[in-house]
């Protein structure tokens, strides 16, 4: 089969039919998910009793033949926005004293600085880092962070509770300080209003 054979990783959607002449299109979708991650991948069938199948390479969805264009559109849009909110998804190279970490930023609950060391509050523990707050802050403006004071910027996702001084984040009441009092309920009330 062509695409196994000159497969490059700069598909974003893969359309890929259960019965092919040469290889079934499970077997096609096994080689290309070991070769590719992130490919999203759609079946195109009449057969409905392989969907179990696509479990096992993270196959999106199935369109059942014969194909109509609303039914087509409607799957099309939901593999598009899937991709979206994907791609939206920021990374961050931690350096701790163990080695390099990729992390997800929205595995992060809160970023802390005690002492020139960044205690990067996360799903997977606290990790260290020594480094700039400040610098943080500017590069997840656009995640969905906010500084409530000097020494914490919140991820907003994880806010749980908040009163007059203080935020609950996890299980953690971090206090809100006075100067960054305003910004903070600013950018917590936009991403209240932005959630869908």
């Known amino acids: 089969m062509a695409l196994l054979k000159d497969y490059k990783r700069d598909f974003d959607f893969l359309f890929l039919d259960i019965q092919l002449p040469d290889i ?3 077997q096609a979708a096994t080689q290309i998910r070991m070769m590719d991650e992130n490919v999203t991948i759609l079946f195109v069938t009449n057969l409905a009793q392989y969907a ?3 479990y096992s390479v993270q196959a999106f969805d199935y ?3 014969p194909v109509s264009y609303p039914s087509f559109c409607q799957k099309m849009e939901r593999a598009i926005q899937s991709k979206l909110r994907q791609s939206n998804d920021v ?3 931690i350096r701790t004293k163990k080695g390099s970490i990729r992390l997800s930023c929205d595995s992060i609950f809160y970023i802390e600085i005690y002492n020139h060391t960044l205690m990067i509050h996360t799903d ?3 990790l260290e880092q020594w480094g700039s707050l400040s610098k943080y802050e500017k590069m997840l403006s656009d995640s969905h962070f906010s500084r409530c004071n000097a ?3 919140v991820n907003l ?3 749980s ?3 007059r001084d203080k935020v609950k984040i996890q299980s953690a009441w971090l206090p809100i300080g006075r100067t960054r009092k305003k910004k903070f309920l600013e950018d917590y009330s936009l991403y209240k209003g932005g959630i869908h």
Request: charged share 15%; no cysteine; glycine share 12%.
């Open 151 to 153: 020494s914490y910027l």
């Open 124 to 126: 997977q523990g606290v």
């Open 91 to 93: 990374y961050l190279d």
């Open 63 to 65: 369109i059942l033949k």
């Open 24 to 26: 079934t299109g499970m």
């Open 52 to 54: 179990i199948q696509g």
């Open 161 to 163: 509770s908040m009163e």
């Open 157 to 159: 996702k994880y806010v």
